[in-house]
């Protein structure tokens, strides 16, 4: 039973349209993450939510909008992409915001391909 | 913010080698984590260590807070362990975990 599963895996997709990935996990954590790892691998905070709260919002373009319907699940809505878009997206989550004794735990990440 | 450097970049091992990975913080962190990234990219956390030592079979991690530095140990070394090395620290206020850039490690049969 996967611990943190995110969709799609994969994703191609024109300049210009808009799409989501979903994330959810079934660890009963707190706290939810959004990561982007570029294609040197390095990974960045894009926002976190904590109980549904927004705590971290970095700054990314006001394109991309995450959502958290509830504790469990936290997705992430991209608006008009752009070809700088491409990258691995992943989710994570922890038992609280400060990593929680066990830190985090990430999905298998989605490959974002904006042609 | 906190910086995160990490070394060597490279690493190249003969299986069954042993070799230390450096991760050093600009400031003070109460959150330092290891993870590792296998070669078809999942990111696996390996230590959640602020401080102090912890062991999980043939890897182990020491933190120095004090000193700003975390090592991960990693003895006789097997091809599985190829892939990517990443080490992140924070601090409670900002919640932010910051990524170091990562040691690219290849242990060779």
């Known amino acids: 039973d996967t611990a943190v599963s995110q969709t799609p895996k994969y994703l191609v997709t024109q300049m210009g349209n808009d799409k989501s990935i979903k994330c959810e996990q079934n660890?009963?954590?707190?706290?939810m993450y959004w990561y982007k790892q570029d294609s040197k691998k390095f990974l960045k905070i894009m926002f976190s939510?904590?109980?549904?709260?927004?705590?971290i919002n970095e700054t990314v373009p006001n394109r991309f909008s995450p959502k958290s319907p509830d504790k469990a699940h936290l997705n992430l809505h991209i608006n008009s992409l752009e070809l700088g878009d491409s990258a691995v997206y992943f989710c994570?989550?922890?038992?609280?915001?400060?990593?929680?004794?066990?830190?985090?735990?990430f999905g298998s990440g989605t490959r974002l391909t904006v042609v | 913010g906190i910086q995160v450097e990490q070394s060597p970049p490279d690493l190249i091992l003969q299986e069954g080698a042993n070799s230390t990975l450096r991760c050093n913080f600009s400031d003070s962190v109460n959150n330092l984590q290891w993870f590792h990234q296998n070669p078809w990219g999942q990111l696996i956390n390996l230590f959640y260590?602020?401080?102090g030592t912890k062991q999980n079979g043939r890897l182990s991690a020491t933190t120095v807070a004090t000193e700003r530095y975390s090592l991960l140990y990693i003895s006789s070394s097997q091809t599985t362990d190829s892939g990517v090395y990443f080490c992140?620290?924070?601090?409670?206020?900002?919640?932010?975990?910051?990524f170091g850039s990562g040691t690219r490690l290849l242990v060779r049969p």
């Open positions: 992140a620290a924070g601090r409670d206020s900002s919640y932010k975990l910051i």
């Open positions: 660890l009963g954590h707190d706290t």
């Open positions: 939510y904590n109980n549904k709260e927004l705590i």
């Open positions: 994570a989550s922890s038992r609280s915001p400060t990593g929680g004794n066990y830190g985090y735990t």
């Open positions: 260590i602020p401080s």
